[in-house]
């Protein structure tokens, strides 16, 4: 099993597949998947790849979702050797997608592999959702096959998606949830002018500040069992036409909440025009809406991770909802359990990424006892 799935990850990293491109990465799993009894069905749109692979038809269905698409490599003369060629250093795999999240698709295949050849009368069915739009806009990808397969009534019971969730040792951390992003793009209006003559002009930037300043402080909620308090943060601003001598006719504050399901929304739109109307700024605000949160509680899949990590690791996981969005956020919308887990997430996106071939071998045998645990007769 640790030489197949090391393999497959070597292969799957081999392929230069920057989003949104897949570099021929889902015809290489379906051509594993096929031979397993899976019916492979491309739903690919605009330029992105998209596979959804079943394995029977009965229910629960256990979906196990995650993306071929990698970032790009930032500079090559920086990496120690070629991103895009796998190379075994110190029992260390190093390439583009070693952790993010070529590795976790490997050990899909190979954990379905080996459930399937165990238990060929298993109940249930088994399904993998994977896509090659998951490091860009994620407007192609898995959101349209979700739309897909709720047009035609396929919903799954249970889905993992395999981002690399664990921090020191594969199967410390899972994610049971995540934020949700909300953006905003302000256009403070004023009147420019020269400095010398203020009372001619009127100054976007004055005029915003103290309305930054209480957004700034604002509680907007407590968070929860689960949820860290959501956050507000200015991520870009500028006005100014790069003279000292004049006042600017315009400011422009790009912000962006994270935050729980202590909040929604509608409610968070609501408060923030509230207190800039309070502080009488004239102004233009566009909304951006980059997902939900979600959350899984406590439940079925919760447990069955949980019990397959501590069978194999002797690891007491424990459940988080911190980081940034994945496509669980989508595939949450027709899936009433969502968790994700991978391995470790200390090199993701970084020059150099890699993997412990240790986290590599033990990987796949999680996944197959999570099988195990919901699907096993």
Not at 119 to 136: F, K, Y
Not at 205 to 233: C, K
Request: hydrophobic letters at 35%.
């Amino acid at each position: 099993m640790t030489i197949d799935t090391l393999e497959l990850a070597q292969a799957l990293i081999s392929r230069r597949s920057v989003t949104p491109e897949d570099a021929g990465c889902l015809d290489l799993i379906a051509a594993h998947l096929e031979p397993l009894g899976f019916v492979c069905e491309r739903m690919d749109s605009n330029g992105v790849s998209n596979l959804w692979a079943r394995h029977g038809r009965a229910a629960p269905l256990v979906c196990l979702a995650g993306h071929t698409d990698v970032v790009p490599t930032g500079p090559v003369d920086q990496w120690l050797s070629d991103p895009f060629d796998p190379v075994i250093r110190d029992s260390t795999l190093y390439g583009r997608g070693a952790s993010d999240m070529k590795t976790s698709i490997a050990a899909f295949v190979v954990a379905v592999g080996a459930f399937v050849g165990k238990h060929p009368q298993h109940r249930g069915s088994i399904a993998l959702l994977l896509t090659s739009d998951e490091e860009g806009p994620a407007t192609d990808g898995t959101v349209n096959v979700v739309r897909a397969l709720a047009d035609r009534g396929e919903k799954p019971d249970y889905c993992i998606v395999g981002e690399p969730t664990s921090v020191k040792r594969t199967g410390d951390t899972i994610k049971n949830g995540r934020r949700g992003s909300l953006s905003g793009e302000l256009i403070v209006k004023g009147i420019q002018g020269h400095v010398a003559y203020p009372h001619l002009a009127r100054n976007p930037v004055h005029d915003v500040a103290s309305a930054i300043a209480e957004l700034a402080h604002t509680e907007w909620d407590r968070g929860n069992e689960y949820f860290p308090p959501t956050t507000w943060q200015i991520s870009n601003m500028h006005a100014g036409t790069g003279a000292n001598n004049v006042v600017p006719g315009t400011a422009q504050v790009k912000f962006n909440f994270r935050f729980s399901t202590a909040s929604t929304v509608e409610s968070l739109q609501t408060r923030v025009h509230g207190i800039l109307d309070r502080h009488g700024v004239e102004y233009d605000l566009k909304w951006s809406y980059d997902g939900r949160p979600y959350l899984t509680g406590r439940g079925d899949l919760v447990a069955a991770v949980a019990r397959a990590i501590k069978k194999e690791t002797g690891i007491d996981t424990e459940l988080s909802t911190t980081g940034g969005t994945s496509d669980g956020r989508f595939i949450a919308d027709i899936c009433p359990q969502v968790v994700e887990f991978g391995p470790t997430n200390a090199t993701i996106h970084k020059i150099n990424e890699c993997i412990r071939l240790e986290d590599l071998e033990v990987l796949p045998k999680i996944y197959e006892q999570v099988l195990v645990e919901l699907l096993a007769t």
